[in-house]
T-cell receptor, first 113, second 114 residues
């Protein structure tokens, strides 16, 4: 079926270190993936996206890697800051005439001072 | 430019009561969505709309109805609330065809059904 999952529900890193959040997806037909950040009490916020015809995409301090062979997605955050503390969701976009997202469970990232 | 707004922010209902959640966007987006988020889970799609006057079922539509009479508004209705509908509800919108296909989310409505 259609599902998106995360390997780790929680992740703690030291401020200034790099963090990697992983995600597995199961729908090989999906051609678009998004990472969202959700801070406490707020709605998800778009971070970065990647299409299935790409392996890597970089933004400001963030990089998304896509491995279609093993259906794996990762979000790398460089030089983490306290403001990076949040829950991060990967979402798989199923193209069926509308952008229908399937979300993973989420990973809580905690930045230690 | 307010983006996506949701009304109300909080609500407590008794079992069997009805209510309507309002989502409004001022970005002229064609597509709009309603999700629910339960503890320890990601967002699940309830209903969505690809244009004014059109709606479709998502992953968990039972117990909910929606209407999109105006392009900028998307209403989510609970006709007879149940405790299982206690959740945080998020609305989202996007405009297809642009470079970014990510959905823009509202701040959420926290609903408790007693």
């Amino acid at each position: 079926g259609e599902s998106v999952g995360l390997h780790l529900p929680t992740l703690s890193v030291q401020e200034g270190d790099n963090s990697i959040i992983n995600c597995a997806y199961s729908n090989s037909a999906s051609d678009y993936f998004i990472w969202y950040k959700q801070e406490s009490g707020k709605g998800p916020q778009f971070i970065i996206d990647i299409r299935s015809n790409m392996d890597k995409r970089q933004g400001q301090r963030v990089t998304v890697l896509l491995n279609k062979t093993v259906k794996h997605l990762s979000l790398q955050i460089a030089a983490t800051q306290p403001g990076d503390s949040a829950v991060y969701f990967c979402a798989e976009n199923i193209i069926q005439g509308a952008q229908k997202l399937v979300f993973g469970q989420g990973t809580r990232l905690t930045i230690n001072p | 430019n307010a983006g996506v707004t949701q009304t109300p922010k909080f609500r407590v209902l008794k079992t069997g009561q009805s209510m309507t959640l309002l989502c409004a966007q001022d970005m002229n987006h064609e597509y709009m969505y309603w999700y629910r988020q339960d503890p320890g889970m990601g967002l699940r799609l309830i209903h969505y709309s690809v244009g004014e006057g059109t709606t479709a079922k998502g992953e968990v539509p039972d117990g909910y109805n929606v209407s999109r009479l105006k392009k900028q508004n998307f209403l989510l209705g609970l006709e007879s609330a149940a405790p299982s509908q206690t959740s945080v509800y998020f609305c989202a919108s996007l405009s297809p065809g642009r470079n970014v296909w990510g959905q823009f989310f509202g701040p959420g409505t926290r609903l408790t059904v007693l």
